[in-house]
Nanobody, 117 residues
């Protein structure tokens, strides 16, 4: 019933930019907290950014200033704009939707981002 479909990943040179998309069906994203996570080789999945239903945003300290999370209610799609990408940003990026004060979580399958010259 619920699907989160990610797109926008790929190969980018250091200093470049990418915009990841998370298209939702079966749920309205403006009723959820949307989170982006990433998992780099050899590491566990870590939190990257979030946006609440009130449009409040939060970012991991190490990426502050290089990321912008947003949501388009008409398209029912969340975005993660990444700027000035570095080699250390290489990871699989995952979209997550969590209903406030509930245990229900939905996950996308992830999209690969590779930063290399």
């Amino acid at each position: 019933q619920v699907q989160l479909v990610e797109s926008g990943g790929g190969l980018v040179q250091p200093g470049g930019s990418l915009r990841l998309s998370c298209a939702a069906s079966g749920i309205a994203l403006n009723l959820y907290t949307v989170n982006w996570y990433r998992q780099a080789p050899g590491n566990q999945r870590e939190f990257v950014a979030s946006i609440t239903r009130e449009d409040r945003t939060n970012y991991i300290t190490s990426l502050k200033g290089r990321l912008l999370i947003s949501r388009d209610n008409l398209q029912n799609t969340a975005y993660l704009q990444m700027m000035n990408l570095k080699h250390e940003d290489t990871a699989v990026y995952y979209c997550n939707a969590k209903q406030p004060r509930r245990s229900i979580n939905y996950w996308g399958q992830g999209t690969q981002v590779t930063v290399s010259a």
